[in-house]
């Protein structure tokens, strides 16, 4: 059974970020165990330098650790993450609970709505000394028409099947023995193209796998 908690950059309660996590959980094959953390607007404001451990910090933490990777989508705002994202990642980094644990993120947006927000994701992720699996972090666009309002989940069925298989490359990302070299196959959605590109502005970002839907 391989362990997937999504965290939600977006407190909005119609965000399409919480819902296309939420679709992939309430969707995911029976050998993918994957759970949405909901207890971020929960979380009191990170002090440096006070070691206390207050409950929703706790939960969190036990969460994380119980993980086998963790999934991050969010928002871009003000060319950056919400603060309430940063908050959690930075009592996440305080006590080291990201170190060496396998992460990646899901964008719902258009290419250049939200390349802040993954630049800096991937900077605090990188300082807190995850490991990110390229392969699988992807990018879905999503508007407001594949919302379900009923149940908040994400109503194309095609759209089902890309989250699907961004937690199918997830999860053989977890399985695969480490590579000595940068790794030759990527994550390939079986209902849209794949555009692989090589970012050079970023040494610790290789190649990422991007899904574009035909009618954007």
């Given at each position: 059974?391989?362990?997937?908690l ?20 309430r969707?995911a ?19 440096p330098?006070?070691y ?17 990777a ?10 950056s ?18 170190s060496?644990k ?8 258009t290419?250049g709505q ?6 800096l994701?991937?900077?605090v ?66 209902m ?19 899904i574009?839907r035909p009618?954007?």
């Open positions: 059974m391989t362990r997937i999504l965290i939600s950059g977006n407190t909005r309660a119609d965000s399409l970020h919480t819902a296309a996590l939420r679709t992939a959980a969707f094959p029976p050998e993918i165990s994957a759970s949405l953390y909901d207890g971020l607007r929960d979380l009191p404001a990170f002090v330098g006070d206390s451990s207050p409950d929703p910090v706790a939960f969190l933490r036990l969460q994380v650790a119980a993980a086998d963790v999934v991050f989508s969010t928002p871009e705002f003000a060319g993450i919400p603060g309430s994202l940063k908050n959690l990642l930075d009592w996440l980094v305080d006590g080291g609970d990201l060496h396998p992460v990646a993120w899901l964008s719902v947006s290419p939200d390349d802040g927000a993954r630049d994701l991937e900077t992720l990188a300082h807190a000394n995850a490991k990110m699996l390229h392969p699988a972090c992807m990018r879905i666009p999503l508007n407001a028409a594949a919302l379900d309002e009923v149940d908040g989940t994400l109503t194309d069925p095609h759209l089902h099947q890309a989250l699907l298989d961004m937690l199918d490359v997830l999860s053989r990302a977890l399985a695969a023995p480490k590579p000595k070299a940068q790794p030759s196959w990527q994550g390939v959605s079986s849209f193209p794949v555009v692989q590109r090589n970012d050079a502005s970023a040494p610790f970002r290789s190649w990422r796998a991007e574009w009618d954007a």
